[in-house]
Antibody, heavy 120, light 106 residues
């Protein structure tokens, strides 16, 4: 199983950025995929997830990003995306893509993370 | 939102010693609790899920216990590679993490 994030970088407050999560080694379409972030020197924060098509591809988000962030997936390419709009300074973090198991409960495989810095 | 409180914030121990880490939930999470290990510059790694089950490839010196609101991660005999930060995580209405416990070399 491999999970690789990309797309991070420096962005100004109020702007948008899209992260990609490229996966291999498992049947991507069968799994919920989640994003978890970690601000510099801080703990882990769940951002949101997208369920498999079996469950309608439903999404859930943390309150801190709801209505600003959108997770999508392309099962044919085994890629998930995190579209981040109206970015704030407090969104600065390493963003991890993870596979979710056990009825959307736990994160068993993680990527190496991609750093997003929101600053003017 | 269910809040997870981990204690202590820092645990200073020597290799070979036993480590006992605590995670307390603000309301019951049944057994829906996991533990992760994170080393500097690395992604977290799943250690324990459903409070007591070791994830694939996790050594037997790691064990989890508890249910409801009080949980414990025990490392029976610390190896040099076990010095890291440990997070608990619950699955309730949303997914939340505790603030972490750093296990450092004494």
């Amino acid at each position: 199983v491999q999970v690789v994030e990309s797309g991070g970088g420096l962005v100004q407050p109020g702007r948008s950025l899209r992260l990609s999560c490229t996966t291999s080694g498992f049947t991507f379409g069968d799994y919920t995929i989640s994003w978890v972030r970690q601000a510099p020197g801080k703990g882990l924060e769940w951002v949101g997830f997208i369920r498999s098509k079996t469950y309608g591809g439903a999404t859930e988000y943390a309150a801190s990003v709801k209505d600003r962030f959108t997770i999508s997936r392309d099962d044919s390419k085994t890629i998930a995306y995190l579209q981040m709009n109206s970015l704030k300074n407090e969104d600065t973090a390493v963003y991890y893509c993870t596979r979710v198991v056990r009825d959307d409960s736990y994160f068993d495989y993680w990527g190496q993370g991609t750093l997003v810095t929101v600053s003017s | 939102e269910i809040v997870l409180t981990q204690s202590p914030a820092t645990l200073s121990l020597s290799p070979g010693e036993r480590a006992t880490l605590s995670c307390r939930a603000s309301q019951s999470v049944s057994s829906y609790l996991a533990w992760y290990q994170q080393k500097p510059g690395q992604a977290p790694r799943l250690l324990i899920y459903d409070a007591i089950n070791r994830a694939t490839g996790i050594p037997a010196r790691f064990s989890g216990s508890g249910s409801g609101t009080d949980f414990t991660l025990t490392i029976s005999s610390l190896e040099p590679e076990d010095f890291a930060v440990y997070y608990c995580q619950q699955r309730g209405i949303w997914l939340t993490f505790g603030g972490g416990t750093k296990v450092e070399i004494k």
